[in-house]
C-alpha cells in the first residue's frame, strides 16, 4: 500500500461532476504521474462536501486548504505549485463574501464553522465506492455492535432515547416507528428506504446517497434486524443516476464482504437489499404512495390506516423511513443515544441537513444542530444575502411549507418552532428570497409545482389547487380583487382540511403564509395594482423619463409592437395600451431614460 | 477479499484500512494533534527540507503519534534553514532551525514526546500562516 | 369481537370493533353524503377509495376532517358530521367537483339519475364560488359505451369494477392532478382495448361520464317506417327490473305490462328472448350430451367441460384473454342471437316478408349485447340479425316517451310463435339460470327418464364460484357456476392448468347474471335490488306450467318445421358460431 503523504479530495457530487470535476480528477492523476508523485499523493472522489455554490471543490490535505471552482486545466497548476512547492495557488482560493478576504483553508470557512456532520459524516471524506474507507470510519460496526452485543428490542431502546425523529418531514419518532413495525406479527416484514426525494431544490438525499451509501445500507440493515426482516428495498428515483450507481457499487462491495447476505457476520442474520426505481413524482415520496409504485401500481396515496408498519409492501408490515433519517442510525449506535440526545432542542434531537438555495451567497449542503436559528444558517453559513441585497423571506419545508420573515429569524429551527411560525421542517430544502422576490409569484411558483405533482386522486387536492392557482395566476396579472385574498384563504383552509395525503395537507401552506406575513403585498396587487418586487410584468409599467431622453429613436426602432412614438431628438411616449412589457426599450436605452413603475 | 465472517474480522480489517484515512482524520481535527509545518521555499528545499520532512512524516507515523505535516512557503529564516513549526495540541507555536535528520529526531523525542525544550528554537516574531 | 362506544352529532353509538364511521351513523339513521363510496353488500363489493371527500366529517381532536367512508371508529371518539366546519367542507369539495363538470344536467343522459346531481341538490348548493378552467376530453364512443371523461368525478367506481371485479384491467387512473382521468391505456380509445363491454362500469357510475350507446332515436326510425316489420325479443332480465323505473318497488314482475307497453309503442310483433333461451338449451344440451358421451367414450379429442356462451361479454373475454381455450366454450350462439337467426331466417318465411324489411329489436339487461349483435358473423350481406339492442332504460325512456303510464297498463302476452317460453327460458337471466336450465333437460335426454323436481336448489344463489354435482343416474355430472368475470378468470386458470374436473361450467359476466347487467336500471349501490330481481326470475319459473325448455312445443314445431334436429346442419349454419383470437388485436 502507499503511504501517502497528501491527499487531494475531489468532489464527485453530481453538481461538481456536472462541471467535470472527473475530468479534474484524471488530471490531477495524470500531474502526479508526470512529477512522480502518485506513491505520495492520492486523488480521492468523494461525495458532496455541501459547498455547491462554488464548484467543482477540492481540499487537499493535510493542510485543508479549499479550492473552489477548480477547472480541469487547473490540475497540473495545483500540483507544480501546491503540491511540489506548497504554494497555495490565490485565485482558487474561496474569498468570503462579506469580509472580502482569501480564506486559506475549510477550517476558516463560515461555511464550515457552525456546521455538525452527522448525517453527512462522510459525504467529502471518504471514496464513497470503497467500502475500506468507510470501514476505517466505523463502518459496519454499529451493525456488528447490535448483532452482536443488542436485542432487537435494546437497539429500538436507544434509537428511541436518541429522540431521533423521520427527517423526511413528518417528523414521527423513528423507534416508535420501529417498535411498531417489530410488534406487527407476519411471515415477511420489510425495510423501506425512500430515497424519493423531490422538492424543489433539495437534494440531500441524494448527496448522502453519492457521497455515502454504505452507511444506508448498515442502517437498513440494522432497521431489519431490530423489526424482523430479511429484505430491504430501496425506493429511488431514476433521475438519480450516479447515486443510483453509487448504491449499486456499495450493494455489491456490502455481498462480497459478506456484510448483506445470509449468515451476516456470523450471527445467523439475514438480509440483502433491492433497488426499486420510481420515474419521479413528488407524491411517492408520501409512504403510501411509495409502495403502491414499488408493487407496480399507480402511485398515489391510500387512507391510514392502516400505516406501513402494519400493511405496507405486498400487504406486509414496512417500515419506511427517509434517506437521512438512516444516516443517522449508525452514529447513534456507535456512539449512543447520549450523544446524539445532548446535540439539538427538547424535542428535536440531532442536526438537520438543508439545502440552502436562492438568493443566498453560498448555496449548498448544510448540516447543523436542530436548534441553530435561521439568521446563522442564512447569514453565517449561507454568507447572506447576494449583491448585497436585503433579506425578504425564507421558504422552509418545500412547497409544503410556509414563508418566513425578517421576524423569524432568530427563531431556533426544529419540528416544532417552524410549525409554531406557520412553516415546517419538511424535508430540508431552505430557499430564500431577497427584495427582488414578490411574494404572490412565490406562491404562485409552489402551487405550480403542486399542482404538478398531485396525483388527482382526491377532489380538493385535484380540484382545489387548480382553483387556487387560478385565483393566483389572477392576482398576478392585475386582475385580482380582495375578495380574491378571501377566497384563497377560505379555500386554502378546505384544502388543507379535507385532502387525503400530505401532500394536499400541506399544498396551501405557502399561499396561507405568505396571507399572513406578506397581506400588504398581495393588497398592493389587488387595490393598487402593484407588485413593489417589480416581478409580476402585467403589473409594471415601462416610462420614458421626458427630461432624460435625447430622442435618439432606438427604443422607437427596437420596439416589436410599435407601441413608442415620437419625433427625433424630441421626447418619446410609450403607449400603455400597446405595449407588452418586453423590456427591449429599457435594455436598449443608452440613457437611462427609461423606468419602470 | 475475503468474507467478513465475524465481528473480529470486521475489526481486523478496520485496522488494516484505518491508516489509509489517517491523514485524513487527523488534518479533520488538526488542534488536537501535533501540526508540524516544514518550510518548503527554495532556500528550505535546497538545505534538505524534502529529506526533513520525509523523516519526520515517517518517524510519527512508526511512532504512532497522530499529527499533521504540512508544508509551507518560506518562513523567513533563510539562515536556518530547513525550519519546521510545531504546534502541540493546545500550546503556542514553536520553530525550530536547522532541523536536519538528527535534529528531527531530537524534537520528537524531547519536544513532541516529552514536551521538552530542544536548542535551536528560533524567537518567533511574526505569525506563520 | 370487540364493541366500540361512540358519540356521533352527540347520540351515543355502540357498534362492532371495524366499522367506519359512516356505517356507525347510518345505525342511528344519520345518513352522511357520499360520493365515490358504493358498496355492494350481498356481493362483497365495496368501492372506498376515500377520494371524492364529500363525506368528511369532523372528529374531536383531531387535526383534519376524517373521510367517514374509510375512517375506522375507535373508542370514545366524539363525531360531528354536521359541525360548520364539515358542512362547509363537504360544500367547498361538492362545489370544486362541480367547477369541473359540464352543467349541461337540462340534457344530459344520467339527469335525475345522476348522483353528482343528487349531491348538489342535497348540499343545497346554489352557486359555485370557484370557478375556472374545466376539463377538456374528447368524447369516446365505442360500440356499446360512450366515454364522456368531461363528466368523470374521479370515484373510480368503474376502475374497482373493471380491475378488480372483472379483472379485465381497461379502466385506470391515468395521468396527474387536474388532468387525471380515468381511461384505457394510454388514454386510447376503449374499441382499442380489451373491453368486453359488461357494462359494469356503466352500471356504476355516478355521473354521465359512463353511458351505453343510446339506439332509442334508431328503434323510433325504425317504427315510424310504414314499409319495415319491427319484431322485438325481450331478454328474461328485463321483466324482473323494468318496473324499477316506474317506482315500482324492485322484484316486481312486469312481464304482462312490458309486452303491453311494446304493443302500445307499435312493434309489430312482440317476442320473447325465453323463447330462444329454450332453443338455445335444445342446442347446447345437445352439444353437451354428446361431448360427454364421446368424453366416457375415451375420445381424447373431446375436451371437457364445456362452458356456456350465451354471454357476449364472456366470449370477448375469453377471446382476449383465454384465446387458447376458445374450442372449450359452446358453439351454441347465444339466445339474442339464435332469436335474430330464426326470425329472419324463419319468421320472415312464415310472415312473408323480406329479411331486408323486418327490423328485429331486442330489450337486452345487457349493453355487450349492443356489441354482439354488430359482430360481423352475425349479419348476412350486411343485414344484421339483429338490428338494434337496447338496454332496460332505453326501453323505459321510450315508454315513458311514448307517454304510457306504465303502471295501469293491462297485462299481455306475447305474439307467437316466438314468445313462447318455459321456466327453463326465465332462468336464464340469473346466474346458475342457464345450467339449471341444461340440466333439466340433459338429464331426461341422458337418464330416458322423467325428473320428478325441476328445481336445483344447488346450482342457485349469489355466492361468485359456487360447485355442483347431479346425479344422471349414476353418473356423477360435476357443474360450476361462476358470475362476474374476476371468478370466471379463476375457473378458467384451473382449467388450463388441468386442476378443474368440472363437466360443465356455466359464466356469466355481471355479478348476479343477466338481472345484474350494464343495463339494468341503476341500483345506486343497493344490491338488494339485484337480490329481489332474482327472487322475480325464480318465481316467474315457478308459475309457468311448462318449466323444461325440450316440452316447449314451438321449439318442437320449429325443429320438426324447419331445423330439422339440434345440431342438425341447418342449425349448426344459423344457431352455433365460432370464437376468434383477439389475444393481439385491436378490435375497431
Redo the contacts between chains.
Keep these: 500500500m502507499a503511504d501517502y503523504k497528501m491527499h487531494i479530495m475531489v468532489c464527485g457530487g453530481s453538481g461538481c461532476r456536472a462541471s467535470e470535476s472527473d475530468k479534474l480528477t484524471q488530471n490531477l492523476d495524470t500531474a502526479l504521474q508526470k512529477n512522480g508523485l502518485e506513491e505520495d499523493v492520492q486523488v480521492v472522489t468523494t461525495g458532496c462536501f455541501g459547498f455547491c455554490e462554488k464548484g467543482p471543490v477540492v481540499k487537499i490535505l493535510p493542510d485543508n486548504t479549499f479550492y473552489t471552482q477548480v477547472t480541469p486545466e487547473d490540475a497540473e497548476k495545483i500540483v507544480e505549485e501546491h503540491i511540489i512547492k506548497g504554494r497555495q495557488i490565490k485565485h482558487l482560493l474561496y474569498e468570503d463574501p462579506n469580509a472580502k478576504e482569501l480564506i486559506p483553508d475549510s477550517k476558516h470557512m463560515d461555511f464550515y464553522k457552525k456546521q455538525v456532520r452527522l448525517a453527512l459524516r462522510n459525504c467529502g471524506f471518504i471514496n464513497p465506492e470503497n467500502i475500506d474507507e468507510y470501514i476505517a470510519r466505523d463502518g459496519y460496526a454499529a451493525i456488528g455492535k447490535c448483532l452482536s452485543e443488542m436485542t432487537p428490542e435494546a437497539v429500538i431502546e436507544e434509537i428511541k432515547e436518541s429522540g431521533l425523529r423521520g427527517r423526511g418531514g413528518g417528523g414521527f419518532p423513528t423507534g416508535l416507528k420501529w417498535d411498531i413495525t417489530r410488534k406487527s406479527e407476519a411471515d415477511q416484514k420489510y425495510v423501506v428506504c425512500n430515497a424519493d426525494e423531490g422538492d424543489p431544490g433539495a437534494f440531500m438525499d441524494r448527496s448522502i446517497l453519492e457521497g455515502d451509501p454504505h452507511t444506508i445500507i448498515e442502517a437498513m440493515a440494522i432497521c431489519g434486524y431490530c423489526i424482523g426482516a430479511d429484505k430491504g428495498l430501496v425506493y429511488i428515483r431514476a433521475e438519480y443516476p450516479l447515486a443510483i450507481e453509487r448504491l449499486k457499487i456499495a450493494l455489491d462491495q456490502a455481498r462480497e464482504y459478506g456484510l448483506l447476505g445470509e449468515d451476516i457476520l456470523g450471527t445467523g442474520f439475514n438480509f440483502d437489499i433491492e433497488l426499486k426505481y420510481g420515474a419521479g413524482a413528488f407524491v411517492c415520496g408520501e409512504e403510501t404512495a411509495l409502495i403502491h409504485s414499488m408493487e407496480g401500481l399507480r402511485g398515489e396515496p391510500t387512507f391510514k390506516p392502516p400505516f406501513p408498519s402494519v400493511s405496507g409492501y405486498n400487504e406486509k408490515p414496512t417500515n419506511v423511513n427517509n434517506v437521512e433519517t438512516f444516516a443517522n442510525i449508525p452514529v447513534i449506535i456507535n456512539k449512543g443515544a447520549g450523544f446524539f440526545s445532548q446535540i439539538g432542542t427538547g424535542s428535536s434531537k440531532g442536526t438537520k441537513v438543508f439545502a440552502l438555495a436562492g438568493k443566498i451567497n453560498n448555496v449548498g449542503l448544510i448540516e447543523v444542530p436542530m436548534g441553530t436559528t435561521l439568521r446563522e444558517v442564512i447569514f453565517d453559513i449561507g454568507g447572506g444575502i447576494k449583491d448585497g441585497k436585503k433579506f425578504k423571506a425564507v421558504q422552509t419545508g418545500g412547497p409544503s411549507g410556509g414563508c418566513l420573515t425578517e421576524a423569524h429569524l432568530d427563531t431556533p429551527i426544529d419540528f416544532d418552532n417552524l410549525i409554531k411560525v406557520g412553516s415546517m421542517m419538511g424535508s430540508g430544502g431552505m430557499i430564500v428570497m431577497d427584495e427582488d422576490d414578490c411574494m404572490v409569484a412565490v406562491a404562485k411558483f409552489y402551487l405550480e409545482f403542486t399542482l404538478d405533482e398531485s396525483c388527482g386522486k382526491c377532489s380538493p387536492c385535484r380540484v382545489g389547487n387548480k382553483r387556487l392557482y387560478e385565483i393566483l395566476d389572477k392576482i398576478t396579472q392585475g386582475k385580482g380583487t380582495k375578495e380574491d385574498l378571501d377566497k384563497l384563504r377560505l379555500l386554502g383552509n378546505v384544502v388543507k382540511d379535507t385532502s387525503l395525503c400530505g401532500l394536499g395537507q400541506t399544498s396551501p401552506n405557502p399561499i396561507l403564509s405568505t396571507l399572513d406575513n406578506f397581506y400588504d403585498e398581495y393588497l398592493a396587487h389587488v387595490e393598487d395594482s402593484k407588485c413593489v418586487a417589480g416581478q409580476c410584468k402585467a403589473l409594471m409599467q415601462y416610462k420614458i423619463i421626458p427630461d432624460a431622453c435625447s430622442g435618439c429613436t432606438l427604443c422607437f426602432r427596437n420596439c416589436p409592437v410599435g407601441a413608442i412614438s415620437g419625433e427625433r431628438k424630441s421626447p418619446h411616449f410609450i403607449d400603455q395600451s400597446i405595449c407588452i412589457k418586453c423590456g427591449v426599450c429599457y435594455e436598449k436605452c443608452k440613457f437611462d431614460a427609461i423606468e419602470i413603475v | 477479499?475475503a468474507?467478513?465472517?465475524?465481528?473480529a474480522?470486521?475489526k481486523r480489517?478496520?485496522e488494516e484500512?484505518?491508516?489509509?484515512?489517517k491523514?485524513?482524520e487527523?488534518?479533520?481535527r488538526?488542534e488536537q494533534v501535533v501540526q508540524v509545518k516544514v518550510a518548503?521555499?527554495t532556500c528550505g528545499i535546497a538545505s534538505g527540507a524534502k529529506e526533513t520532512m520525509?523523516y519526520i512524516?515517517?518517524e510519527l507515523?512508526h511512532q504512532a503519534i497522530d499529527a499533521?505535516?504540512?508544508?509551507?512557503?518560506c518562513m523567513g529564516y533563510c539562515y536556518a534553514e530547513p525550519t519546521i513549526e510545531v504546534t502541540l495540541p493546545g500550546k503556542e507555536p514553536v520553530v525550530f532551525g536547522h532541523v536536519d535528520k538528527t535534529k528531527a529526531e531530537e524534537i520528537i523525542e524531547k519536544y513532541v514526546k516529552r514536551n521538552e525544550l530542544v536548542d535551536g528554537i528560533i524567537p518567533v516574531n511574526y505569525k506563520s500562516? | 369481537m370487540e364493541m366500540i362506544n361512540l358519540t356521533i352529532d352527540k347520540k351515543p353509538v355502540v357498534v362492532k370493533e371495524g366499522t367506519t364511521i359512516l356505517e356507525a351513523a347510518a345505525e342511528i339513521g344519520i345518513k352522511v353524503p357520499t360520493l365515490c363510496h358504493m358498496k355492494l353488500h350481498d356481493m362483497g363489493i365495496e368501492n372506498k377509495p376515500g377520494g371524492c371527500r364529500v363525506c368528511v366529517v369532523e372528529v374531536e381532536g383531531r387535526r383534519n376532517l376524517a373521510p367517514s367512508c374509510v375512517t375506522k371508529v375507535e373508542e370514545g371518539m366524539v363525531i360531528s358530521t354536521s359541525s360548520i366546519r364539515a358542512l362547509n367542507a363537504r360544500r367547498t369539495v361538492t362545489e370544486l367537483i362541480l367547477s369541473d363538470h359540464p352543467a349541461d344536467c337540462l340534457t344530459c343522459a344520467k339527469s335525475g339519475e345522476c348522483e353528482l346531481q343528487d349531491l348538489a341538490q342535497e348540499l343545497g348548493i346554489r352557486e359555485i364560488h370557484y370557478k375556472g378552467e374545466q376539463s377538456q376530453y374528447r368524447e369516446d364512443t365505442s360500440p356499446a359505451i360512450i366515454r364522456d371523461v368531461n363528466k368523470c368525478v374521479m370515484c373510480r367506481r368503474c376502475e374497482m369494477m373493471c380491475n378488480e371485479v372483472q379483472t379485465v384491467g381497461v379502466l385506470s387512473a391515468v395521468n396527474r392532478g387536474f388532468d387525471a382521468v380515468v381511461a384505457p391505456a394510454f388514454e386510447m380509445n376503449l374499441d382499442h382495448s380489451v373491453c368486453t363491454y359488461c357494462g359494469q362500469c356503466v352500471a356504476v357510475c355516478p355521473t354521465a361520464a359512463l353511458t351505453e350507446v343510446d339506439h332509442t332515436g334508431a328503434v323510433i326510425r325504425a317504427l315510424s317506417d310504414p314499409s319495415k316489420t319491427v319484431i322485438v325479443q325481450t331478454a328474461p332480465a328485463v321483466r324482473a327490473a323494468l318496473g324499477e323505473e316506474f317506482n315500482m318497488e324492485a322484484g316486481n314482475l312486469v312481464t304482462g305490462k312490458m309486452v303491453s307497453a311494446l304493443r302500445q309503442l307499435g312493434f309489430d310483433y312482440i317476442f320473447d328472448t325465453d323463447f330462444a333461451a329454450d332453443l338455445t338449451i335444445m342446442e347446447e344440451g345437445t352439444e353437451l350430451l354428446n361431448r360427454l358421451s364421446k368424453h366416457l367414450n375415451g375420445d381424447k379429442d373431446v375436451k371437457l367441460p364445456i362452458l356456456t356462451s350465451c354471454c357476449p361479454a364472456w366470449v370477448k373475454f375469453f377471446e382476449h384473454q383465454f384465446p387458447d381455450m376458445k374450442e372449450i366454450p359452446s358453439t351454441a350462439r347465444s339466445p339474442q342471437q339464435m332469436f335474430g337467426a330464426i326470425a329472419k331466417n324463419y319468421f320472415t318465411e312464415k310472415i312473408n316478408v323480406k329479411r331486408e324489411d323486418l327490423v328485429v329489436v331486442s330489450i337486452m339487461p345487457c349493453v355487450a349485447k349492443k356489441y354482439e349483435s354488430a359482430r360481423d358473423e352475425f349479419a348476412h350481406e350486411g343485414n344484421p340479425d339483429v338490428d338494434y339492442a337496447i338496454t332496460t332504460r332505453e326501453l323505459a325512456s321510450l315508454i315513458k316517451l311514448a307517454n304510457i303510464e306504465f303502471k295501469s297498463l293491462p297485462e299481455e302476452d306475447f305474439d307467437q310463435p316466438l314468445g313462447e317460453s318455459t321456466g327453463a327460458g326465465v332462468i336464464f337471466g340469473a346466474t346458475g339460470g342457464v345450467i339449471e336450465a341444461a340440466v333439466r333437460t340433459a338429464y331426461e335426454v341422458y337418464t330416458g327418464k322423467g325428473l320428478e323436481k325441476v328445481d336445483f336448489e344447488e346450482l342457485r344463489g349469489m355466492e361468485g364460484i359456487r360447485e355442483a354435482t347431479i346425479d344422471f343416474d349414476g353418473l356423477d355430472l360435476r357443474i360450476g357456476i361462476a358470475h362476474g368475470l374476476g371468478n370466471a378468470r379463476k375457473l378458467l386458470e384451473d382449467i388450463r392448468s388441468g386442476k378443474s374436473n368440472f363437466h360443465a361450467i356455466e359464466i356469466m359476466s355481471c355479478p348476479g347474471g343477466c338481472i345484474g347487467g350494464g343495463g339494468q336500471p341503476y341500483h345506486h349501490g343497493d344490491a338488494s335490488v339485484i337480490r329481489k330481481r332474482m327472487e322475480a326470475i325464480y318465481r316467474e319459473d315457478a308459475n309457468k306450467t311448462i318449466r323444461k325448455s325440450h316440452e316447449n312445443p314451438y321449439i318442437l314445431k320449429l325443429y320438426e318445421e324447419f331445423l330439422g334436429e339440434p345440431m342438425s346442419e341447418k342449425a349448426h349454419h344459423l344457431l352455433h358460431t365460432a370464437y376468434f383470437d383477439r389475444s393481439n388485436k385491436i378490435e375497431s
Design positions: 477479499m468474507k467478513v465472517k465475524s465481528l474480522d470486521l480489517i478496520k484500512v484505518q491508516t489509509k484515512i491523514l485524513r487527523n488534518s479533520d488538526p518548503m521555499a520525509n512524516i515517517s507515523e499533521v505535516v504540512t508544508q509551507t512557503g500562516i
